[in-house]
């Protein structure tokens, strides 16, 4: 049994550093025998590709942020505040009361594209910081589930969400809340301070995946703020995982954005981090002709998937799968090539080829005007220019802006 006045106990300890890296990487076994494999057994542990985890700085970010929220969630149970707040979210219940006693800022946000990874990094942390147990608690004797992992419904309904968590605390302790709630055919009001009771005697951390989805409801408000009042009147930690176009609702009001602070991520750079997952994905090969990733493939992968971890695997994955096929056998540039082509079509609108880095060595600016001597007319023709420039130079030489026009594009003179 533990004690939550000795809270730091009960959690596994903080990690951090490369120990955290390591704890947070999964890779699973390959052995190279299976490149002489059958095609049927090759192809089924291809999929051992998506089970890689290569934790980046948004990794360990999201762990710590995640921690110190269940271990403040967790510190509330075991306060006065908590035993005044169970009386009057039971006044909720029966005489629609409302009383936030605890409150507290606890919720957060965690905004990112899709792809870059965020739901594998919280699952990666869930399983570090409570280790799949419930803590059970004596004095009073109660069950304490560290995090529960929910998805926002599609239209955004508050009852919906409600029962919800209600099933997931029933899944974890075996209790008999959501049967109870279905049968006495609660209401919306009363499901609140429900729920509210349950999580304050059984939830540390709640994460609400896919957020965004309260975006384009007319309900996307009603629910934001239902869980501000679960906050309030609960004391838990709230996460709310969605992609950036979550970041433009929250910020309409300031009642929401305060609401929504927490920590934003991009496609991942081209630099070490993201050389270092494609070399690990890339040595996972199950054809039959073993290649090395080189400097041209990892850059090829960053244009062709704009910096985004999961068309990588996709890449990677489909382009040894269409190789088995068709007899080819090798894992190169070509394969990656019909990959793209063939599997990732739809994809192809989203991805940018316009990277951040540049792959080619830029074009130096040279700065054109109507001084410049001992260059012919079509060199001057290749250099880049503006009309503003053009126009300003001409005022400053006193020369004739249509005369300089025509050095860099064709011009039609017509009498009018």
């Not at 004596?138 to 508050?158: A, G, L, M, R, W």
């Amino acid at each position: 049994m533990a004690d939550l006045s000795d809270i730091i106990h009960i959690l596994p300890s903080m990690k951090s550093g490369d120990d955290l890296l390591s704890s947070m990487e999964v890779l699973p076994e390959y052995d190279e025998s299976i490149r002489s494999a059958d095609v049927p057994i090759r192809l089924m542990a291809l999929s051992d590709l998506y089970r890689i985890y290569v934790p980046s700085q948004m990794s360990l970010e999201i762990y710590s942020k995640m921690y110190l929220a269940l271990l403040r969630s967790l510190q509330k149970k075991s306060t006065k505040l908590a035993i005044q707040q169970k009386n009057q979210n039971y006044k909720a219940i029966i005489q629609q009361e409302y009383s936030g006693i605890m409150g507290g800022s606890d919720s957060f946000t965690i905004i990112g594209a899709s792809g870059i990874g965020k739901s594998s990094a919280i699952s990666r942390a869930i399983t570090l910081i409570t280790e799949n147990k419930v803590i059970e608690v004596e004095n009073p004797y109660t069950k304490i589930i560290p995090c529960i992992c929910v998805q926002c419904p599609f239209d955004s309904s508050v009852k919906g969400l409600l029962l919800e968590i209600l099933r997931k605390v029933d899944e974890m302790i075996e209790s008999k809340y959501y049967e109870n709630a279905l049968r006495a055919r609660t209401t919306t009001d009363m499901l609140i301070g429900s729920v509210s009771q349950v999580a304050l005697n059984h939830i540390g951390l709640l994460v609400v995946d896919e957020i965004q989805n309260v975006c384009n409801s007319k309900n996307g408000k009603s629910l934001v703020g239902m869980l501000t009042q679960l906050i309030n009147n609960s004391g838990i930690s709230i996460c709310m995982v969605g992609t950036p176009e979550s970041a433009v609702f929250f910020e309409q009001a300031i009642q929401l954005a305060r609401r929504s602070l927490g920590l934003r991520y991009d496609v991942m750079e081209y630099g070490v981090d993201f050389r270092r997952f494609c070399e690990v994905v890339f040595s996972y090969q199950y054809v039959k002709q073993k290649t090395e990733i080189t400097d041209g493939m990892i850059e090829w992968l960053y244009e062709h998937s704009s910096g985004n971890i999961s068309v990588v695997v996709s890449l990677i994955h489909d382009a040894q799968e269409i190789a088995i096929l068709n007899g080819k056998e090798v894992l190169d540039l070509e394969a990656l090539q019909e990959a793209y082509k063939q599997r990732l079509s739809m994809l192809h609108g989203f991805i940018h080829m316009e990277q951040k880095k540049q792959t080619s060595k830029p074009k130096k600016k040279v700065s054109v005007t109507v001084t410049d001597v001992g260059i012919s007319a079509e060199e001057k023709y290749s250099r880049e220019f503006t009309i503003a420039g053009l126009v300003d130079d001409a005022k400053t030489e006193n020369g004739d802006i249509v005369q300089l026009l025509k050095i860099h594009m064709p011009v039609v003179e017509v009498a009018v």
